[in-house]
Every structure is written in structure tokens, then in C-alpha cells.
């Protein structure tokens, strides 16, 4: 029985719950030990395809990842129905540690950073010859993202019957990408992809290419059972083309050779979030000359060290200029 006024003690305490009940908050959360491992193949308005062993398995995010998002490439701990069967949905409950990750911003003064790919090895940079113009800029931008976010660039040059690709490998050459070049006649026949697969056996390959490239088409010859929507058209007026991939998606590469993910076109790669001191990672015979660089040295300025460094015979002059070149590219616009 309870007792009133000034016969109570603290056992006789009445507590009322809050406005948003009376569970007590904590911060432990359930380690899911049993949770099946998972890999994100496409996301869409927050339910994301998963692959869980040979099946796929529709998910939503947990509430308790907090503001934490799952990106395409992500390796994840996945708990509830996984059946995959009509109408069942799954719960992803935790985001494993990724090992890269390709980001990109709207333009350089869009501070909203956004991830596109995680857990890729490489980027392959779709640029065509010609019909669109190729834009140096915008690969330069995109090897800077590779590079900063782990990931090894990859050149894959389109329709060569239309122009020569000489001229923009000698561009790349002191960069050493490793390069492939197709024509629509090499596709048609299958001896281009052949080229390209050989590539991307045994990686998860990101693809990456402003419209009208031929990225599409390519992908399409590369997955042959998982046709991507029909290839646009490149507007005559403009020379931009139409896009035609909406989200990222994972796809596998046929033997289990690898994973190839298809990312929207682009028409701008902002690089707001990258950190120039970190693209000097991707340049490991100009790395150490930097030791006598002053602090915060851009590595363009009268007394960056690399000066020294090349006309001692350390690296190649035009390892230098390529560095530069990229650097400088996160200080101005795409298209400037």
C-alpha cells in the first residue's frame, strides 16, 4: 500500500513517464553476430538491393545507423527475411568498413560531399574521341577523385574510328594510366570488349563518363544478360549527350570475374572535398621529395622542394608538370 506525506520514503516515489514513454534511453545497440553478409548493388528512395549469397534481397536502412547511408558497393550486415521472395523486406543493421570510396560534389563550391561507389578497385574513365569532344578537364578531375578516394584509374577511349587517340595519351602518358581504346566496329565484333574484360577480371570496376560517350553501350556489351535502358543520343546542337543511367548499380561480370559498376553520366565533377596534400600519394617517385617542401606547400609555388627533387634526376619532369596539373584542377572550375 502506498503511503502520502510525511510518512513516505524514497520507496514511495511515483514516477511518471515522459512525453516519449518511460524506456530508459541508452546508447548499447544489439551486435547482430548473426546477420548475413551482403553486398548493396543499386539503392532506390532508401530501399537497396542487396546480394546475399545467390539471392537477391530487398532492405531498408536501420533506424539506429543514424544519418549513416548505404552506398552502392557497400558490404553490410543484413538481418530479417531473407528470402528474397515477393513483398519481404530485410533490415540492414550495419555498414562494414569500406576499403575506397569515389565522392564527388555538384561543383567546387558545393560544400554537400556525395559518395557514389565504396569498396571499388579501380576507375574506368569513359571518354570518347570524338562525337562528344573529349574533355581533359573533366578526366583530370576525375583522376584526382581516384586517387584521393584509393581507387586506380583505368582509360577506356571510345570510338577511335572518328579521331586518333594519340594526341590525348601523350597527355596521360607521364601518369602511366593503363589505357584501352575501342572503336564501334571492335565493339560490334566483341574484340574491344575483349580488350576492356581483360582489365576488369577479378575487380570491382566503378565506370565513370560524361553522356554520350558510349559508356552505355559499352556496359551493355560487357553484361550481356543485364541490359542497362537503351543507349541515348548525342545532341547535334549541343554535343552533350542524353542520359540514360539514373542510379548506380552493381553488376556481375560473367565467370564471377569481377563486378562492373555503372554510374549516372555527369556533366560536371566538382572536387570541393578532396584534399590536394592527399594526391600526392598517387605520385610515389615525387612522394619523398616533398620532405623539404615548407608546411602547406601547394607544390606550385617558388619554393616548392619537387623543383629540386626533378633536376636532381629523381623523377621525370613531366611526372612534375602532371602533378600540377591535376592540382590545379581543384582550383578551378570544370570548363573554365
Known amino acids: 500500500m502506498r503511503r502520502y506525506g510525511k510518512h513516505t520514503d524514497e520507496d514511495d516515489i ?11 534511453r541508452t546508447n548499447i545497440r544489439p551486435k547482430h553476430e548473426d546477420a548475413a553478409e551482403g553486398m ?21 536502412k536501420a533506424r539506429e545507423l543514424g544519418r549513416k547511408a548505404a552506398i552502392v558497393g557497400d558490404r553490410v550486415a543484413i538481418v530479417g527475411d531473407l528470402t528474397g521472395k515477393k513483398d519481404t523486406l530485410a533490415r540492414i543493421v550495419r555498414i562494414e568498413p569500406r576499403t575506397s570510396v569515389l565522392r564527388r560534389t555538384a561543383d567546387d563550391d558545393d560544400p554537400y560531399e556525395r559518395v557514389v561507389v565504396a569498396n571499388a578497385d579501380q576507375l574506368a574513365i569513359v571518354t570518347a574521341l570524338a562525337d562528344p569532344e573529349p574533355r581533359p578537364r573533366l578526366i583530370d ?29 601523350e597527355l596521360y602518358g607521364a601518369l602511366g594510366v593503363p589505357y ?60 552533350r549527350g542524353r542520359h540514360t543511367t539514373t542510379s548506380a548499380l552493381a553488376l556481375p561480370l560473367p565467370e564471377d570475374d569481377g563486378w562492373l559498376i555503372d554510374t549516372p553520366g555527369v556533366r560536371s565533377f566538382g572536387l570541393h572535398h578532396v584534399d590536394p596534400s592527399r594526391v600526392i600519394h598517387a605520385f610515389p617517385d615525387l612522394e619523398p621529395g ?21 633536376a636532381d634526376g629523381h623523377a621525370d619532369p613531366a611526372r612534375l608538370y602532371s602533378l600540377r596539373r591535376l592540382l590545379a584542377t581543384r582550383e578551378r572550375r570544370e570548363g573554365d
Open 290 to 310: 616533398t620532405e623539404g617542401c615548407p608546411r602547406a606547400c601547394s607544390h606550385d609555388e617558388p619554393d616548392c622542394a619537387l623543383d629540386e627533387w626533378v
Open 14 to 24: 511515483r514516477t511518471r513517464p515522459g512525453r516519449k514513454g518511460s524506456r530508459p
Open 180 to 239: 584501352v581504346v575501342t572503336s564501334r566496329a571492335e565493339l560490334e565484333s566483341g574484340e574491344a570488349v575483349d580488350r576492356v574484360r581483360k582489365q576488369l577480371d577479378g575487380k570491382v570496376t566503378a565506370f565513370v563518363g560524361h553522356s554520350g560517350v558510349g559508356k552505355t553501350t559499352l556496359v551493355n556489351a560487357l553484361v550481356a544478360k543485364e541490359r542497362r535502358r537503351s543507349t541515348g543520343v548525342v545532341n547535334a546542337v549541343t554535343g
Open 141 to 169: 578531375r576525375c583522376l584526382v577523385a581516384a586517387y584521393d578516394g584509393g581507387l586506380d584509374p583505368l582509360l577506356v577511349l571510345t570510338k577511335s574510328d572518328l579521331a586518333p587517340p594519340d594526341e590525348l595519351l
Open 40 to 60: 548493396v548493388l543499386t539503392v532506390d528512395r532508401g530501399r537497396l538491393t542487396c546480394l546475399v549469397e545467390d539471392r537477391v534481397v530487398y532492405a531498408m
